[in-house]
């Protein structure tokens, strides 16, 4: 099956400071992508869908100044979470599908640990 | 609104025995519907769709499930667990548009012993 490469797969930083997840579809060209967030023990919850070249569609209750999603390339998607605080720890997955394409492929998962 | 439930929060069952994960779902119009396996701390891996035809569906893994459109169900099956299967399961549904995401059920652990 297609591949989607996530990095970090886990990163720890600051109150404070930002952090950038890059997402990356290895072998097919994503037209769209989707960000979502899980809590532990808990289901995935969506934040946002991006389509490529467009702006995301943020669900309601995110912030999409404190979650900056870019969808630049086919190939491609950053979610950075601005000035994270303790509570945006969490477990962030992307998945990505293709034009067309029935079913979407997921990364691995970064585990996000703000101290 | 599309939703999913997954009405058990743990599934127990022996080696070797036959295993079921029950799942509904709510959706406008025809669903497309999925099973992910999810480990801990990793992302999820894809077991198996129904998107239109049998609705008896294979997937990895030796895994199945049925889609019931009366019941609105897509429960997933295996005939015989391993202790391997010991993970986190998730049952999902989207509806035939582009751009739409998969809607989560909460999750179903499963839990095989020896």
């Known amino acids: 099956g297609a591949v989607v490469s996530q990095h970090p797969s886990r990163v720890i930083c600051k109150s404070g400071t930002s952090v950038k997840i890059e997402c990356r579809s290895l072998?097919?060209?994503?037209?769209?992508m989707f960000w979502y967030r899980q809590f532990p023990k808990q289901s995935l919850m969506l934040m946002a869908t991006?389509?490529?070249?467009?702006?995301?569609?943020?669900e309601q209750g995110v912030e999409k100044d404190k979650f900056l999603i870019n969808h630049a390339s086919l190939t491609l998607s950053t979610l950075t979470v601005t000035s994270a605080h303790p509570e945006d720890s969490s477990f962030y997955i992307c998945?990505?599908?293709?034009?067309?394409?029935?079913?979407?492929?997921f990364g691995q998962g970064t585990r996000l640990t703000v101290v | 609104a599309q939703s999913v439930a997954q009405p058990e929060d743990q599934v127990n069952v022996a080696e070797g025995n036959p295993l079921t994960v029950k799942c509904t779902y709510s959706v406008s119009g025809n669903p497309y519907l999925f099973w992910y396996v999810q480990y801990p701390n990793r992302g999820l891996q894809f077991l198996l769709k129904?998107?239109?035809?049998?609705?008896l569906v294979k997937g990895s893994y030796g895994f199945e499930a049925e889609f019931n459109k009366s019941q609105t169900s897509f429960h997933l099956k295996k005939p015989s667990a391993l202790v391997s299967d010991s993970a986190l399961y998730f049952c999902a549904v989207r509806v035939n548009q582009a751009g739409t995401a998969l809607i989560f059920g909460k999750g179903t652990t499963l839990s095989v012993s020896s």
């Open positions: 998945s990505a599908r293709s034009r067309g394409g029935t079913e979407a492929f």
């Open positions: 072998d097919f060209q994503a037209t769209t």
């Open positions: 129904y998107i239109t035809g049998d609705n």
């Open positions: 991006s389509n490529e070249g467009s702006k995301a569609t943020y």
